[in-house]
């Protein structure tokens, strides 16, 4: 049963990355055809007026443009894999819970507290 609980647990973390992709690809095309309009209307009225001021909003439409691109078609997910993979195995001290690691003992002295709280109410 163990076994049938951690396939259904990664189906669904697979099956939630694949939407996060997918997210991310779908966000991409509105994103990149807005980019592409404000990026050729921006370019014309900076040549037009000649004030080269109206190319700077492209530049964090820009860093959008590329990061959404990266998590849709590039290494974005790798490369955040290998980071985890790496906290995971050098920085263990800073994924610790606050308190500690829940126990049963814990659930249940907070579940009491809880029922009495209710209770005298």
């Known amino acids: 049963q163990l076994e049938r609980q951690l396939m259904m647990q990664n189906e669904m973390r697979e099956r ?6 997918a997210w991310s690809r779908e966000f991409l095309k509105y994103f990149g055809t807005f980019f592409g309009i404000a990026a050729i209307s921006l370019t014309a009225g900076a040549i037009r007026r ?5 190319l700077f909003p492209i530049i964090p439409l ?3 443009f590329t990061y959404q691109y990266d998590l849709g078609y590039g290494t974005l997910l790798q490369r955040m894999k290998g980071e985890a993979e790496n906290i995971l195995e050098t920085e263990k001290s800073k994924l610790q819970l606050p308190r500690g690691t829940i126990t049963f003992e814990n659930l249940e002295k907070a579940r009491k507290e809880q029922s009495k709280f209710f209770t005298e109410k």
């Open 16 to 21: 939630q990355m694949a939407l996060q992709i």
């Open 50 to 54: 000649k004030k080269p001021a109206f």
């Open 62 to 64: 820009s860093f959008v």
